[in-house]
């Protein structure tokens, strides 16, 4: 079975600091993704990587930053967290190619910044 | 990419056959229909895609209208975990990008 761990299910930040989000998948896919889910607005994605040290930006990525450095590994960086980035994150990878609309996701990451 | 539009919500009685519908009437004909669902504090979890013909799984089956404006999603003996937000997607395959919708939420009743 596919499986994408994220490196913690909550998390509490205070305004202003920097957090990094990790994920993990071991089905050695080419893509991740990372997602920001809110109430009324489904998932938007956020960043999106094919490949190691290859990034593309999705519909939001003020505010964010990615660094993919491990085929396995994908991070998401807020450079200086804001209350306005309280939300569900959601990491997913899928192969490269015929198979890429298959992602499959992480159980996701519940941050409060206060 | 097409957009679809599903209704909000939905009840199904336990092992009856739930069918969710989607509309999606400004397809084109390089879109594929994908069907993913949510289970609550989950990630959500890909079930079946289709771009013509009706397809199976062992988790559902997807039937395509010959016009291709409309879908439905056949969950045929559904249980109390089939409780989920189900979200009905199109997308070109050339495409790496997803764009989830609102989604269906269904409630199985006992």
């Known amino acids: 079975d596919v499986k994408v761990t994220q490196s913690s299910r909550y998390l509490v930040k205070r305004t202003g600091e920097k957090v990094f989000l990790e994920c993990v998948q071991d089905?050695?896919?080419?893509?991740m993704f990372w997602y920001r889910q809110d109430p009324g607005l489904g998932l938007r994605l956020i960043y999106f990587s094919y490949d190691v040290k290859m990034k593309e930006k999705g519909d939001i990525p003020e505010g964010y930053s990615v660094s993919r450095e491990k085929k396995e590994r994908f991070s998401l960086i807020l450079e200086s967290a804001s209350t306005n980035q309280t939300s569900m994150y959601l990491c997913?990878?899928?192969?490269?190619?015929?198979?890429?609309?298959?992602?499959?996701f992480g159980p996701g990451t519940r941050l409060t910044v206060t | 990419d097409a957009k679809t539009t599903q209704p909000p919500s939905m009840d199904c009685a336990e092992g009856r056959a739930a069918n969710l519908p989607c509309n999606h009437s400004t397809i084109s004909g390089n879109e594929y229909v994908y069907w993913y669902r949510q289970i609550h504090s989950q990630g959500p979890q890909y079930i079946i895609h289709g771009l013509k013909n009706n397809e199976t799984n062992e988790m559902a089956s997807l039937i395509i209208t010959e016009d291709r404006k409309s879908s439905t999603l056949i969950l045929p003996h559904a249980t109390l975990r089939d409780t989920a937000v189900y979200y009905c997607?199109?997308?070109?395959?050339?495409?790496?990008?997803?764009?989830w919708g609102a989604g269906t939420k269904l409630i199985i009743k006992p």
């Open positions: 997913a990878s899928s192969w490269y190619g015929a198979r890429s609309y298959e992602q499959y």
């Open positions: 997607i199109v997308k070109a395959d050339s495409n790496y990008q997803l764009i």
């Open positions: 089905m050695d896919h080419e893509n």
